[in-house]
Structures are given as C-alpha cells and as structure tokens.
C-alpha cells in the first residue's frame, strides 16, 4: 500500500501567502514566482488535501471551512519550522549558544575569568557556564554531556574524548623571593635534598610526579606539608612554609604574590594541559569558538613554558 502524500514547506508557504495577503497577485509577488505558478502550487496542494482550500470570486479570495481547520495546525507549524531554523542559524552565527566548561579549581578561578571577559567581548550573546572539580570528573562530565568542554592534564587515550593540545605544562619550584633558589635560572632535582617540600596530596597526579623526579634523583621524598590544593600550597611557601612543587600553569595564581618559580630540571618532567570534548558528539560552533580563546589565553598566562 502505498503512503499518502503530504504537503511541501513549498506548499503550505504559498497557502500561508495566500491566507495573509488575501490575494493570488500580491501573494505571487510574496513569493518570488507568477500567480500562474502559485495557483498551481494551490491546486496541487489541494490535490495532496483532497478539499478544496479557498473559494475565489473577481473581488475576494476566502478560505473554505478545509481551508481554516488547515491553517490553524499548519500555519503554527510553519511558525515553529521558522523559528527553529532561525534558531540553527543563530547557534551557527554565535549569535546565541550555551557553553559549559569544566576544569579544575586553579584553572577556574586564574583563567577562566578572562576567557569569559573575552568571550563576552567577542560574542556578546554567547553564555558560559563553569564546573571546578577534580580531573577525574572534568573526565566525567565531558564524556556524558553534561558539559560540552574541559581543560585539564588527563590519561592518554581517555575513552570517550576528543583531545586537542593546549599547552605544555612543567614541574617548577615555588618559593619566596629571599630563598636560596629565586636568583637562580633553573634548579636540579639533586638540588632539593634537605629542603622543606610542600607537595599536593596523593590524589593528585602531580605528587606522582613529584615522586617521579625525587626518584630519578635518588632522593627520598618526605614532605613537610601535603595539602589537597594549589592555591593553599602558594600560600603556605609565600609564608615560608616551604617550597611547593607544582605546575608551570599555577603562575596564572601569582599576581598579587610575594612568591617566585623556577623550573625543575634533570630531568624536567613536562606534561600537557589539554582540552578535550566528547567523541560521539559534533561540539557545536560556541563550543569551539570558546575553546579557541580558551587556548590562546592559556598560552599568553602561562608564558614560559609554552
């Protein structure tokens, strides 16, 4: 059995033509076509109908009882079509959008606020929204959706995401600026026996790290301080706690700070801060235009180890 034909947005365009202008002529014009070839149209969708739609005199062009049960469902529809494909092309022309990004605490609270300044800046009506947490649900979150962006270091070949580089990131030594090591270039990881450490937790894949250099410098690593967070441990070396082991992107948190980094070297243990969405979804044109200016601001804080 064959299906029965429905009418073209071509078709119930020129009918909604028609029901607006009250007139063949003036509707043809609406339209871009001549008034022989919207009858047509009409009559053709009359046919796909099967009643006739409206009853033409010399004078007046009036809609039949078919025609007004018709317009009331139709003409909605045609509304709702239009709208969502304006819609579309506002998504498209970054002229609306919705862009939820997570990423761990520092990086939310130093970069982030820029890139909102500058995503403000350069697409006015585009709304960000922001997730600091753990890289273990950045992860999460990204692969199921309930955030279209995160920015973080991750496990290589993580199920589930796409991943784009955004910097190069390296193991540095914070301290005050009247410790032995600020007027220093660079400093060895032999060079840390006998100081007082500050290390992040072991939840942190930073400590591992740090437990990596001590070792290939055959040091034991016993920690004067362990703390859960960048941030505190800025603090703590500011105050002459110690010297903190961290990231190369924690000079984004220095503005402000009575505190100096120099880089860990033999070896020098780099990584990467990467940006990653999910895999089985297309990231919409916010998503990407946010993750450009999220990248490029990145890279301008976090000079040195780009």
């Not at 947005?9 to 009250?22: D, H, N, P």
């Not at 697409?123 to 929204?129: I, K, M, N, T």
């Not at 301080?225 to 924690?250: F, M």
Request: glycine share 6%; charged share 25%; proline share 5%.
């Amino acid at each position: 059995m064959s299906l029965p034909m429905r009418p073209t947005l071509r078709q119930i365009r020129s009918f909604k033509a028609v029901v607006e202008l009250g007139n063949f002529s003036r509707a043809a014009e609406s339209m871009q076509t001549s008034q022989a070839n919207l009858s047509h149209t009409i009559r053709d969708l009359e046919l796909v109908l099967g009643a006739r739609l409206f009853d033409r005199t010399t004078r007046r062009v009036d809609m039949t009882d078919a025609g007004r049960a018709f317009a009331t469902g139709a003409l909605a529809g045609l509304n709702e079509i239009d709208r969502a494909a304006e819609y579309v092309r506002d998504l498209s022309s970054l002229k609306r959008g919705l862009v939820r990004i997570a990423a761990p605490p520092l990086i939310a609270g130093t970069i982030l606020p820029r890139v909102l300044r500058e995503v403000a800046a350069a697409h006015s009506e585009l709304v960000l929204r922001i997730e600091d947490v753990s890289t273990d649900i950045i992860v999460e979150q990204v692969r199921s959706g309930r955030c279209d962006l995160g920015v973080g270091t991750f496990s290589p070949g993580e199920a589930g995401l796409d991943s784009q580089p955004g910097l190069q990131d390296s193991l540095m030594v914070f301290c005050t600026p009247d410790d032995e090591f600020a007027g220093r270039q660079q400093i060895r990881w032999a060079e840390l026996r006998d100081h007082q450490i500050i290390t992040l937790t072991r939840e942190s894949s930073i400590r591992l790290l740090t437990e990596f250099g001590f070792e290939s410098a055959g040091l034991p690593l016993r920690p004067q301080l362990e703390v859960h967070q960048i941030n505190t441990a800025l603090s703590l070396a500011e105050n002459g706690a110690g010297i903190a082991i961290l990231p190369a992107y924690s000079l984004a948190a220095l503005k402000g700070r009575s505190i100096v980094a120099r880089p860990l070297v033999e070896p020098a243990i780099v990584r990467e801060v990467r940006l990653v969405t999910a895999r089985d979804r297309a990231p919409s044109a916010a998503t990407i235009a946010t993750r450009n200016i999220l990248r490029r601001v990145l890279r301008e804080m976090v000079p040195e180890v780009v």
